[in-house]
């Protein structure tokens, strides 16, 4: 049996900022589960909020009784000290989340998210995607959750904290990492990572039969995406919403703003494995001329040769 | 030739709540328009509203005379009696919307709206996708609308109506279903089906090569999705905007949720026709290692087996 | 080397009517960038702003201390004549954007933002996509830029001009064109063009592999979506975000509003080069039940035939 206690703590959301968050065992982001597929999952919750609450299982396959959506397939769960205990066999693979179902507008904002996963990250081996390969074995140095939230107490945050609060995600040259968004907030995020094409492989904790690269990936609530990155360049590459006054206020950036620091390799060869999927050229048709891109008011045609 | 009427008339949004409501024909939402292609329609339009009006058709091929956008394609239909005839031949298939386009911004979202097909749904017959294999032939049990809005008289509604007044979609254990989601507000909406994955297989009627499942759909102003799902497991599920506060305030549910309930059936095997993709396993590279899912500051590894 | 001069002058947002837009070298968008691979750029940018700036090439591979994120990359670059000199060589095709990092919840969404574009368009020449060929060769009439803002002193807007300042796009009967969406703003906007379907071929600048149809477009702050049309039908084609709010108000339409008009060619064949991609018809599986479509409460079943 595994506890989770949902109660109110102070958290710290940036460095010596304080906010009263609702949690799941007095954190933010909840206990991730980690499961595989046909274990039997016992969770015992205890509510010590002053509402009553539930959790439901978003995006895994459950019993209609274990699906946690107070007052239809079960009894809310009373303030001040009740208690319910889900019990299910996982039967699929998932990338899903579990969160409160009832007074979710204010719990779930508030902090009472975590992440569910069974199964492995369905990576696209081998498979040849805007001209690129992905090789048929690879390391991943990181399997990450970036969970995004914008409301109730909690805020602009990702991961349960606010710039400069949040932490970065520290790779080697060349290694590779998979990474999942959670919206768990009330509005889209466009993340945009700087220089390094994201792979979008799973929606929703499924597979993607065509995968496909993005540098901004707009991520709704409820929704996820996994994504597959190699971390080419070394430097210090920002990783935010593109909303920017989600990351940015007078007086510097804030809220949904992280980093990607990659340290140098010297004996990385980007060639070795070519991971570049912007290294297309057109082999068929005719070129396109270029004048035709002069059309806007106010646009002058230059290049690096003259202007 | 079929009438239309724009008027105003008093709206049951929630049981005992009443809203006015701008229509055409007295509901929201207004009359369905189900074709063949080659079909000549002649729809005469009588404007009992105070402001004037015209329609467009969202999403369907016309001569650009009939295309509804006054004060270029024709004049306004004159408020308090004004009359218009639209009439074109439909050349092709479509999964469209009619509305309003002049003063579209009060008279779409305030309830004048409805849906245009012609044709067939495109399912694609056959196709594996996700590791799962459509039937050659399948029987669906409904093949419905659902009509987004969140402004104007009418608010946060699924086909005009605001929870509990949506009506729950009834299936038998087993019966395929085929929904179009339709955005005639002012948002996107993230729509969540509880446990049934959704397989996305036409965009604004278009039929997609590649579908594609989800959990989680996102579906912004003007757009339409058509997917399809199977209803393997007997209960209430619920499905809703994931907009947490568009489904619910602090007295309980409302506006943007409704359920699909599944009547058990005894004799259905799913084995006979598996359909869930989320029964995918890598089969090539190697296998994750777990741990680093632990990376993130607050996170536990925990499975049912210890923790 | 090209001279960037970021500047606050008073810009035409619509007829007669002015707004202090920040700008580089006095235009909104920005002069846009059209280059080789392998070209060495030199940009010296001056800042006569208020205000320190910096730049990002957004989607455009970089050194990290080329990739323009104060304090991070570089110092910030001084208000009130403050200059710094971008160089690098492009090693990769990109559409991308160029603007403000630093201070660019202001500057960005005020006006400074502009267009990068390195090679050619991935257009997927030979390619079937919903059952429609796309030639071995096309010439492209226009190949241009719609930029999305919607905050700021700019607000609103199509490539920096709110309607009726919109450039419409004149085409004639049967010519192609390829739209890259860009959004500088701090909203999504669905953008639907009335008639022509959009072949979406390219995500920020990286070609699709399976492009798709579709006829409104969503698009979120920091994407680019690459599309391409056929002006099969002549007439007057409004073309506008589909948030009815963005491009109407009590007066009339404003803001993201354009068209585009197509000038009849009486030799235009459209059956030499079918496009239309509605133009499908399942052949396989069984035919669909129509009255299925009639389960919706005030929806009336009804054809040009009868009703």
């Known amino acids: 049996v595994f506890d989770l206690t ?62 946690g959506v107070a007052p239809y397939t079960q009894d809310l769960i009373a303030p001040n000290g009740g208690t319910f205990t889900y019990k299910f066999t996982v039967v699929d693979d998932a990338i899903g989340m579990y969160h409160a179902h009832n007074h979710a507008q204010i719990q779930v904002v508030n902090g009472m998210f975590g992440v569910f996963r069974v199964g492995e990250n369905p990576i696209p081996y081998g498979q040849t995607i805007s001209g690129v390969t992905i090789p048929d074995s690879l390391d991943l140095a990181v399997d990450m959750p970036m969970i995004l939230n914008d409301a109730g107490t909690i805020g602009l945050s990702l991961n349960g904290k606010s710039f400069p609060a949040t932490e970065p995600l520290v790779l080697n040259q060349g290694e590779w990492a998979s990474i999942t968004y959670y919206n768990e907030g009330l509005t889209s995020h466009p993340m945009h990572l700087h220089q390094f094409p994201q792979l979008v492989y799973a929606k929703d904790g499924i597979p993607l ?99």
């Open 6 to 67: 949902a109660e109110i703590v102070d958290w710290e959301i940036e460095p010596g900022k304080f906010v009263e968050a609702w949690t799941y065992n007095g954190v933010v982001p909840a206990p991730q589960f980690i499961l595989d597929r046909g274990d039997d999952i016992e969770v015992r919750v205890v509510n010590n909020l002053p509402l009553g609450t539930d959790i439901h299982w978003h995006g895994v396959h459950t019993p209609n009784d274990q699906d």
């Open 209 to 307: 039969d065509q995968p496909y690269y993005v540098d901004t990936l707009n991520v709704a609530p409820g929704e996820r995406y996994t994504v597959l990155m190699r971390a080419d360049d070394p430097g210090v590459w920002v990783w935010h919403c593109h909303i920017l006054n989600h990351v940015e206020r007078a007086n510097g950036m804030f809220g949904m703003v992280t980093a990607i620091i990659v340290n140098e390799d010297p004996t990385f060869d980007p060639a070795a494995v070519p991971i570049d999927p912007t290294n297309w050229r057109n082999t068929a048709g005719e070129p396109i001329d270029r004048t035709l891109l002069d059309g806007i008011d106010g646009a002058t045609h230059n290049n690096s040769d003259g202007a």
